[in-house]
């Protein structure tokens, strides 16, 4: 299998190169191109291990520094958002693994899409801004789109015990964040230190916020939307602190599956590369009797506000998720960059929400403009 990883330098991408690593004499998979934001060197270190003939990188004057440090391979540097999409669609890929974080995905891995060539979906923005577009696509071009967050490639198992029609309730999990069980007050003074220490998984800067403000849930249960065809009222966030059991489905007889693993992003990451296959992973397995218990609780969405607001832009539809997800990461950076403190994450998504009138079925121009809109704007 050809690949290529949008996003290689991140989180997802890191792993999804090891366990590319960890499958070779098993399934081997040739790295047909990467990209990633500005880590020129370790970029450099990828395309010398896995010797893809093509990288990207977001602007000319990193593609020339690129260039000249790989001089000696036979590995072309692109740049901007036309090399991403080239890198996505047109480098002879089998399977796109679509890791970039945010919005930036969405364009590049829609290319891809319409190239036909299989889609590995770590990056959630993609359908939850233009899920309608992106469906549509995925249906006229007859490739796969298997997904790689950890809770959907849960519920994706788990529907293979029953019909989508018998479908009763989506439980989609979540670890509840460095935050479970404090209310409002206390989350007054929070520091960026405390929000990215994740009690049980190692994620980028971005997505860990997200997670500390259950924005990441509210933005997976409007992905569930789009890729399990279902209502947002159909899926229902339930807090699995222990992040055993990823996401359950519950049928129409009331059976729930569920499926549970460590804490891992390699699992699902395997999953979606050797579909419908499993092959022995080296992540450990879980010891029950070690584990002792899983405790579940429901999410606090007064104190936790991004949740809610994503679930009223998942109703909405329209523009307001496109809305919902620029305001929140143009929050999310000033927040990192110490601009505006915790609790103001939601607050000014809520805001750029009240600023728009929404309407239904916008074209993926349109998408783009009001994404634009909103970052121009900033903090």
């Not at 796969?144 to 967050?149: A, E, T």
């Not at 403000?213 to 890729?227: F, H, I, R, S, Y």
């Not at 159909?234 to 055993?244: A, F, G, K, M, P």
Request: proline share 3%.
């Amino acid at each position: 299998m050809k690949l290529v990883i949008l996003g290689a330098t991140g989180s997802i991408g890191t792993q999804a190169l090891e366990v590319v690593e960890e499958l070779k004499g098993r399934y081997d998979i040739e790295v047909a191109g990467i990209s990633g934001n500005r880590n020129i060197k370790l970029l450099e270190e990828q395309i010398r291990k896995y010797r893809p003939k093509f990288a990207a990188v977001p602007e000319e004057a990193l593609a020339a520094e690129l260039q000249h440090l790989v001089a000696d391979t036979d590995c072309k540097i692109l740049s901007g958002q036309e090399g991403l999409c080239y890198l996505a669609a047109e480098t002879g890929a089998d399977m796109v693994l679509s890791a970039i974080v945010g919005f930036a995905g969405l364009v590049p891995t829609l290319r891809a899409v319409e190239a036909g060539i299989d889609i590995a979906l770590a990056n959630k923005e993609t359908l939850v801004t233009a899920g309608s577009i992106f469906t549509k696509a995925i249906a006229k071009n007859k490739v796969r789109l298997l997904p790689v967050d950890s809770e959907h490639c849960a519920i994706f198992q788990s529907l293979k015990a029953g019909k989508s029609q018998e479908i009763h309730k989506i439980l989609l999990t979540a670890s509840g964040g460095p935050f479970f069980g404090k209310k409002r007050e206390e989350l007054l003074h929070i520091t960026k230190a405390q929000a990215l220490k994740h009690p049980n998984w190692s994620m980028g800067a971005k997505i860990t916020i997200d997670s500390a403000t259950l924005m990441n849930k509210g933005l997976e249960v409007m992905e569930a939307k789009w890729l399990f065809d279902v209502e947002i009222d159909d899926i229902e966030v339930v807090v699995q602190r222990e992040s055993i059991i990823h996401s359950m489905v519950e049928f129409a007889d009331h059976s729930v599956i569920a499926q549970m693993s460590k804490p891992s992003m390699k699992h699902p990451i395997q999953y979606a590369f050797t579909y419908p296959d499993r092959l022995v992973a080296k992540e450990d397995r879980v010891d029950f009797a070690a584990l002792g218990k899983l405790t579940f609780y429901a999410p606090d969405e007064e104190t936790f506000r991004c949740l809610a607001l994503a679930k009223q832009a998942g109703r909405q539809g329209g523009i307001m998720p496109t809305v919902l997800n620029a305001a929140n990461e143009v929050a999310v950076d000033g927040f990192l960059r110490d601009s505006i403190g915790f609790l103001e994450i939601a607050e000014r998504v809520e805001s750029e929400m009240a600023a728009w009138t929404n309407h239904q079925d916008p074209t993926l121009e349109e998408l783009i403009a009001i994404d634009g809109e909103i970052r121009s704007k900033g903090l």
